[in-house]
């Protein structure tokens, strides 16, 4: 890419956001709001949820919807063992993937950031991580 494409404009100052797909949007919503305690506001057959920073996920429903097999969504946290506890408490649980060790928590602590993986009600992968 050369600096003259790069200095476009075209999408600077833009206000991007990603989105998920969901088989049930009842079922995400009262998993991003109440679990995760996430704002979220329904609009139609849609959700914005506002993450860190005001940044916003856009969840559709998609009937035939299959989840990814990657993580979709990251939220960095400062104390990952506080959050894991935290989200435990409210009923999530953490995924195990084979190849990776993880502690008793379901926390993977490696040589990049400490992550935990937990899905929402559609399977998507989410994850808490501390970045050292």
């Given at each position: 890419?050369?600096?003259a494409n790069r200095d476009d404009g075209i999408l600077n100052g833009t206000r991007a956001y990603s989105g998920i797909?969901?088989?049930d949007?009842?079922?995400a919503k009262?998993?991003?709001e109440r679990t995760l305690a996430l704002t979220v506001i329904e609009e139609g057959d849609l959700l914005n949820?506002?993450?860190a920073g005001g940044a916003r996920v856009l969840i559709y429903p998609k009937p035939d919807h299959q989840p990814a097999?990657?993580?979709v969504l990251n939220f960095p946290v400062d104390d990952i063992?506080?959050?894991v506890d935290g989200l435990t408490a409210r009923g999530v649980r953490f995924k195990r993937f084979d190849g990776i060790e993880v502690d008793e928590k379901g926390i993977s602590r490696g040589d990049g950031p400490s992550i935990a993986w937990f899905t929402d009600p559609a399977?998507?992968?989410l994850s808490v991580l501390q970045e050292k």
């Open positions: 890419m050369t600096d797909a969901v088989d949007l009842t079922a009262q998993f991003y949820v506002t993450i097999t990657f993580t063992d506080t959050a399977g998507n992968v």
